[in-house]
């Protein structure tokens, strides 16, 4: 009876033996190349975006976000006006609705503030990789995640997180107002864009862009985002504070740009370089005229592509 029960169990180990193997060689003939790339790239984008991530929460200030909270703080809580002086680090620029943005991360310490917003940057930079691709490609494979990576290491990328800019905020807007008109998502399109207006001035163009295509709907929408906020901060922030920021401020925002380092974006700086080994004398109508004229400039081309 043993030999018996070690003679089948010795074929009973083989059979499965067998099977193993055959259900090995079949999953490999099935997992191509193209499946190897994209799980090698899925690692080495989850290797780059936690690096990302936790450089930026370890610093002990991001420097741009540190004048966001700050001053949203100091306006939204004790009444300060928010284009006065008083911030050390950094003037404030945004048009008034925006502190409505910022004031959820204030009523938090700073430090968990920095984490949330970095996070909230990560989830939209993935988005619009996510969006981007889905436009251009149609589907989720190798190409995504090579476009995550190449994203991740892209030096302005970087120094965006790391410096706890805006930049990746408005990334999302223009590729929620493209996705809106590639799949007419009018109200979340509308109400991406209006939140960008809201910051910063170069959303507009595709508001522009739905007026020509007479996408009504997104215009409206977007044009009644900007309005409501704008009304509001009237309320929350100061009385007459959009008349003061349109007078006052709207002029000086290009000019802080020195254009002379790595760490300047802007498009002003851009046109600086050309002249690197001089600061360019010009006052500050000047500058914000030559940055409004270039966006207006990369707005009629992109018309004009699309």
């Given at each position: 009876m043993l030999t018996i029960f070690l003679c089948s169990n010795n074929n009973f180990v083989q059979a499965v033996k067998k099977t193993l193997l055959r259900y090995n060689f079949h999953n490999m003939k099935r997992l191509n190349y193209k499946d190897?790339?994209?799980w090698v790239?899925?690692?080495?984008?989850?290797?780059?975006?936690?690096q990302l991530i936790l450089r930026s929460i370890s610093k002990l200030t991001l420097s741009d976000f540190?004048?966001?909270?700050?001053?949203?703080?100091?306006?939204?809580?004790?009444?300060?006006?928010?284009?006065?002086?008083?911030?050390?680090?950094?003037?404030y620029y945004f048009p008034p609705a925006s502190l409505l943005i910022f004031w959820p991360l204030t009523v938090v310490p700073f430090y968990l503030a920095k984490i949330i917003f970095t996070l909230i940057n990560s989830v939209l930079l993935f988005l619009s990789i996510f969006l981007i691709n889905k436009m251009l490609v149609g589907k989720?494979?190798?190409?995504?995640?090579?476009?995550?990576?190449l994203s991740l290491i892209y030096y302005p990328l970087r120094f965006t997180f790391s410096d706890g800019q805006f930049n990746v905020v408005i990334l999302a807007v223009f590729t929620l107002g493209l996705y809106s008109f590639y799949k007419n998502k009018?109200?979340?399109?509308?109400?991406?864009l209006g939140l960008g207006i809201i910051t910063k001035i170069s959303p507009a163009?595709?508001?522009?862009?739905?007026?020509l295509r007479k996408k009504v709907k997104l215009v409206v929408v977007a044009g009644i985002t900007v309005i409501a906020l704008s009304l509001l901060?009237?309320?929350?922030?100061?009385?007459?504070?959009?008349?003061?920021?349109a007078k006052f401020?709207?002029?000086?925002?290009?000019?802080?740009?020195?254009?002379?380092?790595?760490?300047?974006q802007s498009l002003l700086a851009f046109i600086k370089r050309f002249d690197h080994e001089n600061e360019l004398e010009m006052n500050s109508t000047t500058k914000s005229i030559i940055s409004y004229s270039v966006i207006a400039f990369l707005g009629i081309l992109f018309l004009f592509l699309i």
């Open positions: 190897l790339i994209t790239l899925v690692i080495i984008c989850g290797f780059l975006f936690g540190h004048v966001y909270y700050y001053v949203g703080k100091a306006v939204m809580k004790y009444g300060m006006h928010p284009y006065s002086n008083y911030t050390p680090i950094y003037p989720i494979d190798y190409r995504f995640w090579l476009m995550l990576i009018y109200l979340v399109g509308g109400i991406s163009i595709i508001v522009l862009y739905g007026i901060a009237e309320n929350f922030v100061s009385k007459d504070i959009n008349y003061y920021y401020i709207v002029k000086d925002v290009s000019a802080q740009s020195k254009g002379l380092g790595t760490t300047d």
